[in-house]
């Protein structure tokens, strides 16, 4: 079965800190792949970015960076330098190699960042 | 491009009424179209999920129902609410068929029952 664990329920930051928010996921599938959402206060979800399993490379865009390690089975998300539109809560999501099958999401972590 | 609609914005209901909340896309033919549910500081919960007309999965049984009268609308129902459905519900939609594709949100229908 697949799971999507986030541990972190909450964290509080400082502006201009660098956060780490941690994904670990569990799956028997060799194929797979990832995501995170931002789900601003406003409610809505974002959609922020989404890795296959074959692609073990990490990402960086601006201040976001992703890092992906199958041996771990993680895909921690990096804010660098956070500031306070960053508060939101994030979500960590998990997809089988199959078509049409939903995204498994885990609990979500709510980032809070303070001026 | 494509848009996803949801409305109600809001919704307060009292306990035992019915319930309809629509969604719509624009812009794409044949989505998969998704019903979550999410209750105060808590998680996404999978509801429902159709791949085509007619077509709906239920992942949690409960007061609630689906339909896909069209290709592109999606509407979640029940016929007598619970206090328990008090929640954040959220429309999404992916491309038919893919392997492991993104799926897109609607802004969302905040229904508080009462």
């Known amino acids: 079965a697949q799971k999507v664990t986030q541990a972190q329920t909450e964290i509080s930051v400082v502006e201009k800190e660098d956060v780490t928010l941690d994904c670990v996921y569990e799956?028997?599938?060799?194929?797979?792949?990832l995501f995170w959402y931002k789900q601003p206060p406003s409610g809505e979800l974002v959609f922020l970015i989404r890795?296959?399993?074959?692609?073990?490379q990490n990402e960086i865009s601006g201040r976001y960076s992703w890092n992906f390690q199958k041996s771990t089975s993680s895909f921690n998300f990096t804010i660098t330098a956070s500031q306070v539109v960053d508060s939101a809560v994030y979500f960590c999501a998990l997809s089988e190699n199959r078509g049409n099958t939903p995204l498994v999401f885990g609990k979500g972590t709510r980032l809070s960042v303070i001026a | 491009s494509q848009t996803i609609h949801q409305w109600p914005a809001t919704l307060v209901q009292p306990v035992g009424s019915p319930l309809s909340l629509e969604c719509t896309v624009e812009?794409?033919?044949?989505?998969?179209l998704y019903w979550y549910r999410q209750a105060a500081g808590r998680g996404l919960q999978l509801l429902f999920y159709s791949v085509g007309i007619g077509q709906i999965s239920s992942e949690v049984p409960q007061n609630l129902s689906a339909s896909r009268p069209q290709d592109r609308q999606f509407i979640l129902s029940s016929k007598k609410l619970l206090l328990s459905d008090s929640g954040f519900y959220l429309c999404a939609w992916s491309v038919p068929g893919g392997r492991g594709l993104e799926q897109y949100f609607g802004p969302g229908t905040r229904l508080t029952v009462t």
């Open positions: 890795r296959n399993s074959f692609d073990e």
């Open positions: 799956t028997r599938d060799t194929t797979y792949y």
């Open positions: 812009g794409t033919s044949n989505p998969n």
